[in-house]
C-alpha cells in the first residue's frame, strides 16, 4: 500500500510553512542568490590567483554527506576536456602519490566534517596546494590558512548542505576554471543563477499543485516504489542527487543509476513483484481474474507541462500492465505500490550526433519496456543551456520535489529523529 501524501497541504502555503520547521523550501529558493554570493566571497578570498599559479599535476576532491555531489559535478564537467585527473576522496587514507604537485579541494559547510577535514590536514602536511570551502570559523578555514592556500567562506543561515549546495559547489567551479580544468567564466555562473531563480519562481509553495511541476511529481513518485535513473552523465548525477534527497528529506528509498551502463539492472527490476509482469501478488490480479489489460480502464491522464525552460511529462500506462481494479482490499490485503520509473533526461543535442541517436534510442526503448511491463513512468527533461545551467535544471526539480513529497507525508524535511539517535549513539 502506497503511502498517502495530503495534496490539500501541498496547497496551503501557511501549512507548509508551519511544518517546515527550519525552512528548507525557503533555503532551496535562495539557490540563484547562493551562486551571486559565492562569487562575491569567492573574489574576496583571492581566488583568482589560481589562475596565476602552475597547472597542477591533479586535483582530489573531499566531500561527504550532502556536499558530495560537489565532487561529483566537478568530475562530470571537467572529464570531457581537462588536462589533468579529477578524483573524488571522501575521507582519508590519502594516496599516496598526493604530494606537492597536486591540489586537494576540501569541501564542508561547517568545516568540521571529519573527512575533508582530514583529507585537508593531511594534503597540507604533504604540501599539497588547498582550496576549501566551509565556514570562516572553522578548523577547516585554519588548516588552509596555516598551509596559504585559499579559503572561501559560506556566508550566513546556511545551515545544511542539503540546501547550500550551489553555495559550496559555485567556488568550487570557479577555481576550476582559472585553472583551465572546465569552461565555467562568470557569465556561466550567472547565467546558472538566473535559471536557479525560475525554478524558483515556478516551483514555489503558492503556485498549486496542478500547475506546479514538483508538486505534481511528488504527488506521482508518493504513489510508487520510485527507482531514478539519468539518461547520460549528466542525467546520472542528477539522478544520484535525486537518490540521496528523497532519502534524506522524504525517507523514501530510491535507487538509481545511469544509461547506458544501469538499463540492464534497472529493466531487471520490471520482471519483480512491483510490476504487472512479476507474477501474482496480494492485492493484484491471478489467473482467475480479469487481468486490467483486457480492458481500458485507465483513470488518469497524461499531464505535458511544457514550460519555456523546461518540462516534465508522465506517460499513459502501458495497457499491458496495471493493477486489478477488482481486487478487494479486506479479502486480498492491501496492495503494493506499482514500481515508478523516473526518467532524468538530458536538453536533446542540436543537431543530433549519432552517439546523441544511439543514446535517445536506449532512452525510449527502456520507457517502452518499462510501460509495457505496468511501470509508471515519469520524466523530467532539462532545457537548452551550458551542461552546469542544464544540471541546475534538474538539481532545482528534484531538491524541490523531495521537499513537498516529505512535507505530504506529514514530515519535517529538515529533522529525522532516527538520524539524530544514531548521532547520538556514535558521539565519543
Same mark, same amino acid.
Given at each position: ?5 495530503? !495534496? ?20 532551496? *529558493? ?44 566537478? !568530475? ?99 577555481? *576550476? ?6 569552461? *565555467? ?16 519562481? !515556478? ?46 528529506? =522524504? ?10 551502463? *544501469? ?109 509495457? =511491463? ?45 538520524? =539524530? ?8
Amino acid at each position: 500500500m502506497a503511502p498517502h501524501l495530503d !495534496e490539500a497541504l501541498l496547497d496551503d502555503p501557511d501549512e507548509l510553512q508551519r511544518k517546515d520547521s527550519r525552512a528548507t523550501l525557503r533555503a532551496l *529558493a535562495t539557490a540563484g542568490a547562493q551562486v551571486r554570493e559565492a562569487l562575491h566571497l569567492g573574489a574576496e578570498a583571492g581566488i583568482d590567483r589560481l589562475a596565476a599559479q602552475e597547472r597542477p599535476r591533479s586535483v582530489l576532491v573531499a566531500a561527504i554527506g550532502g556536499s558530495s555531489i560537489v565532487a561529483e559535478v566537478l !568530475e562530470l564537467l571537467a572529464e570531457p576536456g581537462s588536462p589533468v585527473p579529477v578524483q573524488a576522496r571522501r575521507n582519508l587514507p590519502l594516496p599516496g602519490w598526493v604530494g606537492p604537485m597536486d591540489l586537494v579541494v576540501a569541501v564542508s559547510l561547517s568545516g568540521r566534517a571529519p573527512g575533508p577535514l582530514a583529507v585537508a590536514a593531511e594534503a597540507a602536511r604533504r604540501g599539497a596546494s588547498l582550496l576549501t570551502v566551509g565556514a570562516d570559523d572553522s578548523p577547516l578555514a585554519e588548516v588552509t590558512r596555516r598551509a596559504r592556500g585559499i579559503h572561501v567562506g559560506t556566508g550566513r543561515q546556511r545551515t545544511s548542505s542539503r540546501t547550500a549546495l550551489w553555495t559550496l559547489l559555485t567556488p568550487v567551479l570557479v577555481g *576550476a576554471d582559472r585553472l583551465g580544468l572546465l569552461d *565555467a567564466p562568470e557569465g556561466v555562473l550567472h547565467r546558472v543563477a538566473d535559471r536557479l531563480d525560475e525554478r524558483a519562481e !515556478e516551483l514555489r509553495p503558492t503556485s498549486e499543485s496542478f500547475v506546479n511541476p514538483a508538486k505534481l511529481l511528488a504527488l506521482q513518485l508518493a504513489e510508487t516504489v520510485p527507482v531514478v535513473l539519468g539518461d547520460g552523465p549528466l542525467g546520472g548525477v542528477a539522478a544520484a542527487r535525486a537518490s540521496s534527497m528523497l532519502a534524506r528529506t =522524504a525517507r523514501m528509498p530510491a535507487p538509481f543509476g545511469e544509461l547506458p551502463d *544501469a538499463a540492464s539492472g534497472i529493466v531487471a527490476c520490471f520482471d519483480g513483484p512491483y510490476t504487472s509482469r512479476g507474477g501474482p501478488r496480494p492485492g493484484t490480479y491471478d489467473e482467475r481474474r480479469i487481468r486490467l489489460g483486457d480492458i481500458d480502464t485507465s483513470s488518469w491522464e497524461p499531464h505535458h507541462f511544457d514550460e519555456p525552460e523546461g518540462e516534465l511529462m508522465e506517460r499513459r500506462r502501458s495497457p499491458q500492465g496495471g493493477r486489478d481494479i477488482f481486487s478487494d482490499p479486506y479479502l486480498d490485503g492491501p496492495t503494493l505500490p506499482p514500481l515508478g520509473l523516473l526518467m532524468l533526461r538530458d536538453a536533446p543535442v542540436d543537431p543530433p550526433t549519432r552517439d546523441s541517436v544511439q543514446a535517445d534510442a536506449l532512452t525510449e526503448a527502456v520507457l517502452s519496456t518499462a510501460q509495457e =511491463a505496468g511501470v509508471r513512468v515519469m520524466e523530467v527533461r532539462a532545457a537548452q543551456g551550458d551542461p552546469v545551467v542544464r544540471l541546475a535544471d534538474h538539481v532545482a526539480m528534484v531538491d524541490f520535489t523531495a521537499t513537498y513529497m516529505a512535507l505530504g507525508l506529514g514530515l519535517d524535511p529538515s529533522v529525522s529523529p532516527h538520524v =539524530a539517535d544514531l548521532r547520538d549513539r556514535t558521539r565519543g
